[in-house]
């Protein structure tokens, strides 16, 4: 039988595991910081509206500029971000890897490399490596912070070509100030010049402001964002990003021909008529993601300050241990990779409890 040892992969894949958490029956399932609740009726019904009216002109290619999306995202961002911005500074894929993807073929690629700040989304580098892009691996402190100082001289030690800075942070969950945002792209301008990519996955679950205001004056700087958390649309795989009109046109050399289905831009128009109520369950499940940095504290586990809708805990001797303990009480969280610590993404109240009581027996269990 041929193993993928045996087929003449690129070398740098050789030895590497595909990215994905544990998909497993349970209960309780809060380990990738999907959006817990349903979509609405009146949504799910205008979904299908939408879809209809698409299918009628399947046999036609979709509109591969998404204009209307494009429009509807660019509206949604001047209202909720605090900065003006045009259709013509928004661009849609497949999901928000496939604007990192993008963004990494039209600017990384073989004889480039692009930098970030780890632990982080560990898809950067990932994705980076299917581009032929050089990865390299910058400083954080032990609390997850981003320590502007020795960014900037690794910025300019190894004059990246693309730089991400992910703000809530992903598996951590902690938020990069504005000023250290803005320190870190005139240190890429300084030594490339190079692009800033900041990731704002989940900035609505933010208790800041998104950092889109930046985008002024800042002809290197893209915002990339995701429907996958806030909208509670991780199933539809819509990403997209705001930039400078030069960077859309430039991704656009790369794109693939019509690669948002007409169904895929049906159902994200869908969705963004319903902006307000799904913000809406975003402030619930803000309450909630408090809640459960309060209870672990309480439990006296050390919590990592979250902007997220999920939440970074320990610490423990074995962490993966742990991760199966709490699996054995029917919850699922992420054992995430940081040494010593566990990520619960904030589900819903009666969820949350059970995982509450869940790490409580865990305490208890282990005498403390």
């Given at each position: ?28 399932r809060l380990n ?11 949504l799910v019904e ?82 980076a490596r299917g ?238």
């Amino acid at each position: 039988m041929t193993r993928i040892d045996d087929l003449p992969v690129r070398d740098e894949l050789r030895g590497k595991s595909p990215y994905g958490a544990p998909q497993l029956d349970v209960p309780v399932r809060l380990n990738t910081n999907e959006n817990p609740y349903p979509l609405p009726e009146p949504l799910v019904e205008r979904i299908a509206e939408r879809v209809r009216e698409a299918a009628r002109g399947l046999n036609r290619y979709p509109d591969r500029d998404a204009v209307e999306l494009r429009t509807r995202l660019a509206a949604y961002l001047t209202r909720t971000g605090g900065h003006e911005v045009t259709r013509a500074q928004v661009w849609a894929a497949n999901g928000s890897n496939e604007i990192i993807q993008q963004l990494l073929q039209t600017f990384g690629g073989p004889g480039r490399t692009a930098i970030g700040f780890e632990p982080s989304y560990s898809m950067h580098a990932l994705i980076a490596r299917g581009t032929g892009t050089g990865w390299i691996s910058g400083p954080r402190e032990d609390d997850y912070t981003i320590d502007v100082e020795a960014a900037a001289t690794a910025i300019a030690e190894n004059a990246p070509d693309v730089v991400f800075i992910t703000t809530p942070n992903n598996p951590t969950g902690n938020a990069v100030p504005r000023e250290a945002v803005v320190a870190l792209y005139d240190a890429a301008q300084a030594a490339k010049p190079s692009m800033v990519v900041v990731d704002e996955a989940y900035v609505e679950f933010s208790h800041g402001e998104s950092l889109l205001p930046l985008l002024e004056g800042r002809p290197h700087l893209v915002v990339s964002r995701t429907m996958s958390k806030a909208f509670g649309a991780a199933g539809l795989r819509l990403g997209y990003l705001a930039a400078a009109p030069a960077v859309v046109d430039a991704v656009q050399l790369v794109r693939l021909p019509y690669h948002l289905s007409a169904v895929t831009q049906a159902t994200a128009l869908a969705a963004l008529e319903h902006t307000d109520t799904l913000l809406g369950y975003v402030e619930q499940l803000k309450a909630e993601r408090d809640r459960l940095v309060t209870g672990l504290r309480d439990l006296g586990f050390e919590v990592t300050e979250s902007d997220a809708n999920f939440v970074q805990f320990g610490r423990f001797a074995d962490a993966h241990d742990a991760w199966r303990r709490i699996l054995d009480q029917g919850v699922l969280v992420r054992d995430n990779g940081v040494p010593g610590m566990l990520r619960v993404t904030a589900g819903t109240p009666a969820e949350n409890d059970a995982f509450l009581d869940a790490v409580r027996a865990l305490k208890k269990e282990q005498g403390a």
